[in-house]
């Protein structure tokens, strides 16, 4: 038999009960973790898994990924949930399915290396809690990431899942880095580690089905462990992917319930159970009970989430990632980064930019954390550098990686890049070359220390030492210290119904009282314009309302954000509106100071994105010398150090840690 023809007809009944299959295909669902994760920015709640639950748990899936992730990040920060309450809840619920999570190694499910004292007490709350199967990648695949974490997940008698994060720099597996050589080895390496199971991530959506198959045939040769893949649809060739990998003898794959699947989520499950029907790696799963678990998900789930999709283009695929080999998720952040800072336009320099940052930064691959640590250098890069220098402003991140903080890069990093980041890195000039962590102070205690009298428990200390702002934040809302905001609240049904109709109002023209429409007559200073659409001539008069037209609209210019209040008199219908202000990027002086509304004598520091203050690092009163870091700024998850414009003595502090700030807020003034 040739060697792609594996899957064999087994059997012509296809009913519930049907013969099981010789070897079937075993699936993880991931629709309460990755699939709302990656369609929804992972705002799904506890909730609205629990309707579906018991049904899921009846399908027969391998394992559910309920965790992990970014799960943790946002519940806590965006949803008002306890991140472990959830693993609790859905326990009671689903008794049978093993859980599964993801989890980054010693970033945990955070965004930098955890201290090792932080990284055993969260497996070993994680598996306490409920866990079972610890997926575990590192984003740089230096398995030294995996040594504290995986004991302590043996030690519980858990599934240790090592991950291979599958990425390339040409368009198909090969060219000096990634080869199916790099592969097998670090499979191998994971077998050594004690892996109870393999896992190619391919969080991108980038394993072309031949290469599926050729990687998972080489893993079932050279490693004993169950070979499993998770790739996203991103590209439009998981599901190919994914048969292909079945085709080699892959042993588990991933999917979501179709409503959960597609576009940057994953393959869809229902496909899978038809193709593989009376095969010999048939799932077993019965299509009527998936179909009774959509209908609940499609009716009573989505429709509070669908404001969240995003649904700018009718495509589902985005062939981005098959030019430029970077996961989806990342492109969207870089363009909505973009949007936010008006700079669209350079989009294209961004994509050129982009391979040229990864290159400098030892090739890693493009995975959470270094997705946004190469996404958000490539934009500061873009938008910052001049023709005389590079590099201008480097984020934290990027010093910490440049350190050895991350670990081993796949091919060294660039020597000037790493000089220039760590000019006055305060861990030291010199990177390290030992595992990351061994650097790091212990740091639960003083976290402890930091919420004693607001934390209950080791649980509540975890949240805050993970993410201190946001998780001291949600800790006082958990206990009632502080009213949660509005924004953090769920999405009712009622809430879709009712802008819903808004909605049905507002296209049939019923919202608002229509202005009765009258021609009004021309004036002299009735202008005429030609109009040349393609070939085709018009020409159009042109009569301001209240005065001559004054020609200012040369160039698009971006729509008022909120809608005119209808006129009282009819006014043209497309009158242009001026040009926005030119927004400096530069400090300009002086600043209103925010307690007495009168200008205060200094320099203004702006912020150069919108995000979110983390601290302070100078206070009023203190003096500083230009250059020198007076506030950390998260945007996009990476913190930036900004420096202080000019030297002098801080006067005023606009803002405290935890707060958001747009686009050229000031700061603070320097004096
Ligand atoms: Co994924």
Redesign the pocket.
């Known amino acids: 038999m040739s060697e792609h023809n594996q899957v064999t007809m087994t059997t012509m009944e296809y009913g519930p009960d049907r013969p099981k299959a010789e070897n079937p295909v075993k699936i993880e669902d991931?629709t309460f973790r990755?699939g709302h994760?990656?369609l929804f920015a992972t705002r799904g709640r506890t909730e609205d898994m629990i309707p579906v639950a018991e049904m899921m748990d009846e399908v027969g899936f391998w394992a559910m990924e309920t965790w992990g992730?970014a799960t943790f990040d946002t519940m806590h920060r965006f949803l008002n949930e306890d991140p472990w309450e959830r693993i609790r809840t859905l326990k009671r619920y689903i008794k049978k399915t093993p859980f599964s999570m993801?989890l980054r190694a010693q970033n945990l499910v955070g965004y930098r290396n955890y201290a090792d004292d932080v990284a055993k007490a969260f497996v070993q709350r994680a598996a306490e809690n409920g866990m079972d199967i610890f997926r575990t990648f590192d984003a740089l695949n230096d398995y030294r990431n995996f040594e504290t974490v995986v004991p302590v997940i043996k030690e519980y008698g858990k599934h240790f899942q090592g991950c291979i994060c599958y990425t390339l720099t040409e368009p198909r597996m090969g060219g000096d880095v990634y080869t199916i050589d790099y592969f097998v080895q670090k499979a191998k390496d994971l077998e050594a580690m004690g892996a109870d199971s393999i896992c190619i991530?391919d969080?991108a959506g980038l394993i072309a089905p031949y290469d599926a198959y050729t990687i998972v045939k080489a893993l079932k040769k050279a490693v004993k462990p169950p070979i499993h893949l998770?790739s996203?649809f991103t590209s439009g060739m998981s599901s190919m992917s994914h048969l292909k990998a079945i085709e080699a003898g892959v042993d588990i794959i991933d999917t979501c319930m179709t409503p959960y699947a597609f576009r940057t989520s994953h393959a869809a499950i229902e496909p899978f159970v038809m193709a593989l029907l009376g095969t010999n790696r048939d799932t077993g799963f019965d299509i009527k009970h998936l179909a009774k678990i959509n209908a609940v998900l499609e009716k009573e789930i989505l429709p509070k989430y669908k404001h969240l999709l995003d649904d700018s283009k009718v495509s589902i695929i985005d062939i981005n990632v098959l030019l430029h080999q970077t996961p989806g998720g990342m492109l969207s952040n870089l363009v909505n980064q973009l949007k936010e800072m008006d700079a669209l336009d350079k989009l294209d320099q961004v994509y050129a930019e982009l391979p040229k940052v990864r290159k400098d930064l030892g090739q890693i691959p493009l995975v959470t954390p270094t997705s946004q640590i190469v996404g958000i250098q490539t934009v500061n890069n873009v938008l910052f550098d001049d023709e005389n220098e590079r590099y201008k402003m480097i984020t934290g991140q990027v010093k910490d990686l440049c350190y050895g903080l991350y670990g081993k890069t796949a091919v060294p990093i660039n020597p000037d890049v790493q000089k220039k980041a760590l000019k006055g890195y305060e861990r030291g000039e010199v990177p390290i070359t030992c595992k990351p962590a061994e650097v790091l102070k212990p740091e639960l205690d003083k976290a402890k220390e930091d919420v004693k009298g607001l934390a209950v428990d080791l649980d509540d200390e975890l949240i805050y030492a993970l993410y201190p702002v946001t998780g001291k934040k949600f800790l006082k809302w958990k206990y009632g210290k502080e009213e949660p905001p509005e924004e953090v609240k769920p999405r009712t049904m009622e809430n879709v119904k009712t802008e819903e109709d808004l909605v049905r109002k507002a296209k049939a023209g019923l919202l608002v009282e229509k202005p009765e429409k009258e021609v009004p007559e021309k004036t002299e200073n009735t202008r005429t314009f030609n109009v040349f659409v393609d070939d085709e001539h018009f020409e159009v008069d042109v009569d301001e309302v209240g005065g001559p037209p004054a020609i200012t609209y040369a160039q698009p210019v971006a729509a008022p954000s909120k809608p005119a209040p209808a006129p009282s008199k009819p006014a043209p219908a497309s009158k242009p509106a001026p040009p926005p202000p030119q927004q400096p990027l530069k400090p300009v002086a002086p600043a209103p100071s925010p307690d007495t509304g009168k200008p205060t004598e200094g320099t203004a520091l702006r912020a150069p994105m919108p995000g979110m203050i983390v601290n302070y690092i100078k206070q009023v009163g203190e003096t500083v010398s230009e250059g020198e870091t007076v506030v950390i700024l998260e945007a996009m998850k990476m913190e930036n150090a900004l420096p202080a414009p000019v030297s002098g003595t801080i006067k005023t502090i606009n803002f405290n840690s935890g707060d958001s700030v747009t686009k050229n807020d000031i700061l603070c003034v320097i004096g």
């Open positions: 991931l990755d994760q990656s992730g993801l991530k969080m998770h996203h």
